[in-house]
T-cell receptor, first 111, second 114 residues
Framework: GQQLNQSPQSMFIQEGEDVSMNCTSS?????WLWYKQDPGEGPVLLIA?????ELTSNGRLTAQFGITRKDSFLNISASIPSDVGIYFC???????????FGKGITLSVRP | EAGVTQSPTHLIKTRGQQATLRCSPI?????VYWYQQALGLGLQFLLW???????NRGNFPPRFSGRQFPNYSSELNVNALELEDSALYLC?????????????FGSGTQLSVL
């Protein structure tokens, strides 16, 4: 099916450290999106990817669209306390397909 | 420019009642999506409306329904509420037809069923 796998469920890092998250699927996707959700808020779009192999940055965030089109990666460099939140990957398999979300990774940053 | 707005922010109902949640998309967006976010389950796709028509539906029972109005705002109705319907209901909008379509979310309605 179109399930997206994100693991681990939680990550704990020290302020200033870099962190990597990945999102995998058995299905091929043609769009990958990464969202961050703060408590009590809706998810906010961080980065969007549309081509296999594409590497896109947004400040300290960098995301890549995997060559196989079955995975994507998000890297956060030099983490800060406000990076705390839930990070979701989302993907679409076709132009008229729904956007499927992973279960998210909860990131904690220790000062 | 206003973002996606949802109302109410919180809703408390008892089992068996009906709930109506509302969503106003970003100006110019024609598509509205509804997702359910229950604890530990991530975002589960509920419904997708575009240009007033239902385009896709997730694996939810028929008591979850909705509609999209001519101004592209949308309602989600949940009938015969059950305890497990307690969740954050998120609405998102997008500008359909763009190759690089992106979804923008509202802050959600927290539904509690007692």
């Amino acid at each position: 099916g179109q399930q997206l796998n994100q693991s681990p469920q939680s990550m704990f890092i020290q302020e200033g450290e870099d962190v990597s998250m990945n999102c995998t699927s058995s299905s091929i996707f043609n769009t990958w999106l990464w969202y961050k959700q703060d408590p009590g808020e809706g998810p906010v779009l961080l980065i969007a990817l549309y081509k296999a192999g594409e590497l896109t940055s947004n400040g300290r965030l960098t995301a890549q669209f995997g060559i196989t089109r079955k995975d994507s990666f998000l890297n956060i460099s030099a983490s800060i306390p406000s990076d705390v939140g839930i990070y979701f990957c989302a993907g679409r398999t076709g132009a008229n397909s729904k956007l499927t979300f992973g279960k998210g990774i909860t990131l904690s940053v220790r000062p | 420019e206003a973002g996606v707005t949802q109302s109410p922010t919180h809703l408390i109902k008892t089992r068996g009642q009906q709930a109506t949640l509302r969503c106003s998309p970003i100006s110019g967006h024609t598509s509205v999506y509804w997702y359910q976010q229950a604890l530990g389950l991530g975002l589960q796709f509920l419904l997708w409306y575009d240009e007033g028509e239902e385009r896709n539906r997730g694996n939810f029972p028929p008591r979850f329904s909705g509609r999209q109005f001519p101004n592209y705002s949308s309602e989600l109705n949940v009938n015969a509420l059950e305890l497990e319907d307690s969740a954050l209901y998120l609405c998102a909008s997008s500008h359909r037809g763009l190759v690089n379509e992106k979804l923008f979310f509202g802050s959600g309605t927290q539904l509690s069923v007692l």
